[in-house]
């Protein structure tokens, strides 16, 4: 089960035309809205983008392979989810806020993490994406050629699920996993060092 | 040894292309009715000598007109008045307006820019511009994309227009301009993108290049003279630019120059800060990385550095240093000096001898200051000049891949670039302030042309232990490195202040009120609520025989970031959200500018 890494994602991206301001923004559902749980124990299941079924490459995915969080009873997170927390807060954070509140003029990310499928927050990451109109003048540059951004895409993404949906309280996070071999070995293989 | 020749030779060159002032820029300065360069006047006093809006009526205060610029962003700066036309600038994408006084704020004429919209991301913390100057009929904007434009006056039509800057490299633009004699100062923006930092001087004729001296590199580069260049009296000696780098380091070094410009006719300087070294991680950056964080004194006609000093060596905290530069005349111990205080991101207010950069006061103007305890003044100490740095709060000592907590002030400084005002009749700078510590935690980042290279994670909450506020609007006196009387506020003060001859201090803060304040005591004389939070500067300007005080509403900036959804305090533990005010919960966006006078 390798669909959840981010190379296959930026596969699926380059097979992807992605327009300025295309399919994505169409939908633009409120970028405020807070994720609720869906009512239905077998719907929760159905669309469950969330709850870590397996660990694997240093880091817990879904039942469909997607990364995400696990933070367990004691606040204790994985080390993705907190190097997210890190790589977020110097790449991200001058426009999406502190722990991806969202600013003055850019969307609350922690809520869009968890209504953009994977694919789509990847693809938005590193593609970026232009509103500019009469009322806004919204761009989100395109990351896809920085290795700060890329190399911890799936730790930045994990962590703002792990806001979205509240399992991860505002501020620094206290306790985490170590850190996985896996994930240093792909770490120091992305960035070429 | 050919560097050195070479530089000579620039420098009897400059000297023999040298003018003689602008005496018609200098009497429209002078004017107390009009407001024609953002800072009001070089000395950046920020100080009108207009009294008719005084301590006694200034609570009569009445809203007389207002106009929208219609756009959303951060609206920093102000608007400048120009005989009878007023002139109105707003954030990307630069509108510049021309307002008729005569004819209630008839629009004259309109300026938009053509930019290409992917400069907005590049700009770290909103695209704010802090506004246009005037000079020899001309109107200078200085565009978000680094394109600066020389706009007829009268009708908007683009007399030059010149390229600063690379946007794909990261290179932008906030800053306002400074026209200078037959020159126009120009800084350039982008330190969080490894952007090495300089100040360019163009001709106001055509545009062409004059001059152009970058914070770090070859002396070629630095316009430093190594034998007559001076830090605290001693010669700075040979490559100083870059001898305190390693590697390459300092060809993506930082030090950008996105503050305020001020300049002294008598010595013909100009003195301006440079801004923090790339990235934030001091470990990727071993040694003083010099001339980041340092006030500038460069010869205006040639650009050669007359005496640096760096006031944060080795930066580890991102304190830029480019907040203004304020000249000021004074007496200290009963001799008239020539001074120049400057209220530093990193919590100190320095006071330097502005004619060969001797170091006289430098104190905490915020007492929650503790990265470093002192900054030593004895010269004979082989310290002399240098914070002294507590080991606790060093995130170089301290290292990568480990949260320093508890630092104060925060990146954001004890004050940004929300210029003070100063006032020659009491004698005190009165200084928008923050009030906000921080958490911080540097890591390894490697650096990509044109995307952020910061390095650091970061977390702020207001100071401990105080009022609960983020900011405080203070009373300072120079001389003594003293706060006379500070006024806590709930939020940052991200608003420029001025102070009038009518003994009534303005300032305006991010909940959106126009505040006036006595310039004495610091009693609070007249406040309204404006339509959205203040980040832009409090100007003042006359006409028809009537004092007008105008000042920009429209939040954003880097206020709009770390405010607009509340902090959080570490100290309170997980959970603990919302035990701190969310600035959105007071304010939304909108550019408006508002202008009060006294009723008829």
Known sequence: MTKGTLCAALAVIAATTLTDGGALAQTAPDPNAVATPDATPAAAAAADNLTAVTFEGGRYLTADGVPTFKIAADGTMDWATYSGFRRYH???????????????????????????????????????????????????????????????????????????????PRGRPSKKEPKPDAIRDAEAACLGL | MNRIILLTTALSLGGALSVSANPALQALIDDPNQWVIQTGDYANQRYSELDQINTGNVADLQVAWTFSTGVLRGHEGSPLVVGDIMYVHSPFPNKVYALDLNDNGKIIWRYEPV???????????????????????????????????????????????????????????????????????????????????????YNIADGSLAWRGYSMGPDSDTLIDPVNTTHLGKPVGPDSGTNTWEGDQWKIGGGTTWGWYSYDPELNLIYYGSGNPSTWNPSQRPGDNRWSMTI????????????????????????????????????????????????????????????????????????QVNWASEVVMDPASDQYGRPQVVAAYSTQQNGEDVNST???????????????????????????????????????????????????????????????????????????????????????????????????????????????????????????????????????????????????????????????????????????????????????LGGTLTVFALPD
């Open chain 2, 115 to 201: 930019q290409d919209p992917t400069v907005i991301p590049v700009m770290c913390c909103d695209t704010v511009n802090r506004g246009v100057a005037y000079a020899d009929g001309k109107i200078f904007l200085h565009q978000a994309d680094t394109t600066v434009v020389a706009l007829d006056a009268l009708t908007g039509a683009v007399v030059w227009s010149v390229k600063n800057g690379d946007p794909t490299k990261g290179e932008t633009n906030t800053a306002t301009v400074m026209p200078v004699k037959d020159k126009l100062i120009v800084g350039i923006s982008g330190g969080e993108f490894g952007v090495r930092g300089s100040v360019t001087a």
């Open chain 2, 296 to 367: 500038w004194a460069r010869d205006a006609d040639t650009g050669v550095a007359k005496w640096v000093y760096q006031m944060t060596p080795h930066d580890e905290w991102d304190f830029d240093g480019v907040n203004e530069m304020v000249l000021t005349e004074q007496q200290i111990g009963g001799v008239d000096r020539k001074l120049l205080t400057h209220f530093d991101r990193n919590g100190f207010g320095y006071t330097l001898d502005r004619v060969t950069g001797e170091l006289l006061v430098a104190q905490k103007y915020d007492p």
């Open chain 2, 406 to 588: 508890g630092i104060c002030p925060a990146a954001l400084g004890s004050k940004d670039q929300q210029p003070s005002a100063y006032s020659p009749k009491t004698q005190l700078h009165y200084v928008p302030t923050n009030h906000v510590c921080m958490d911080y935690e540097p890591f390894r980042v490697s650096y990509t042309a044109g995307q952020p290279y910061v390095g650091a994670t970061l977390a702020m909450y207001p100071a401990p232990d105080s009022h609960g506020g983020m900011g405080n609007f203070i009373a300072w006196d120079a001389k003594e490195g003293k706060i006379k009387w500070s006024l806590p506020e709930q939020f940052s003060v991200w608003s420029g202040a001025l102070a009038t001859a009518g003994d009534v201090v303005f300032y305006g803060t991010l909940e959106g009120y126009l505040k006036a304040v006595d310039a004495n005591t610091g009693a609070e004389l007249y406040r309204f609520k404006t339509p959205s939070g203040i980040i832009g500067n409090v100007m003042t300007y006359g006409h028809g025989g009537k004092q007008y005080v105008a000042v920009y509403s429209g939040v954003g900036g880097w206020a709009g970031i770390g405010l607009a959804a509340g902090l959080t305090n570490p100290n309170d533990g997980l959970g603990a959200v919302g035990g701190y005010a969310a600035l959105s919960d007071y304010t939304a």
């Open chain 1, 90 to 168: 110097s790449e991200c954070h001058v426009c999406h806020g502190p722990e991806g509140e969202g600013s003055a003029y850019a969307p609350a990310i922690k809520n869009s993490a968890v209504r953009l499928s994977y694919y789509d927050f990847i693809a938005v990451v590193a593609n970026g994406r232009t509103v500019v109109n009469a009322a806004q003048n919204q761009v989100m540059p395109t990351f896809g050629t920085n290795p700060n951004v890329m190399c911890y895409l799936d730790d930045i993404y994990t962590y703002l699920k792990a806001r979205g949906s509240e399992a991860l």
